[in-house]
């Protein structure tokens, strides 16, 4: 059993909201009729037992979920970057949660990447009665 409640009935979204992704998608689950929660790791820590389930859940490494082509993390590691460990990442996202590469949503027990705000679409119902969802 891991540390990230699951809950068919809600969306779980781990996003920044320190880049537009992240804010974006943060206002569609907000305007979702679904049940959501949203977490800003920005402003609430992410401990690294749930990065690592985060990550496990999307069957991705850690460094796989890290923006590391964004100018902050170049800047302090750079060519460096093969030198660092699974903890060495841990610590990257625990300590500079702005490098998350793509908000996550958790719907039940799928784990989703959300490299864009139109990704979400598929996951928001019909604003209006009557209509079907594509």
């Known amino acids: 059993m ?3 409640a699951m809950d068919k009935r809600q969306i779980t979204l781990y ?12 206002a569609y689950i907000q305007s979702s009729k679904k ?3 949203a977490v800003d790791v920005s402003k609430t820590n992410v401990t690294g037992t749930q990065w690592a ?7 991705k ?3 796989d979920l890290v923006a590391q082509d964004h100018p902050d993390f170049l800047e302090t590691y750079g060519e460096n970057k093969q030198e ?8 990257i996202l625990e300590k500079e949660p702005h490098l ?11 784990y989703i990447e959300l490299e864009s705000a139109a990704s979400f679409k598929k996951f928001m119902e019909p604003d209006s009665a009557g209509l079907k969802k594509s």
């Open 53 to 59: 389930e985060l990550a496990d859940g999307l069957d």
């Open 15 to 26: 996003y920044s909201s320190e880049n537009s992704i992240g804010k974006q998608i943060h």
């Open 100 to 110: 998350l590469k793509y908000p996550i949503a958790l719907d039940g027990e799928d």
């Open 35 to 37: 049940k959501n929660l």
């Open 84 to 91: 660092l460990e699974e903890n060495d990442w841990l610590k």
């Open 2 to 4: 891991g540390v990230i």
């Open 61 to 63: 490494e850690i460094r």
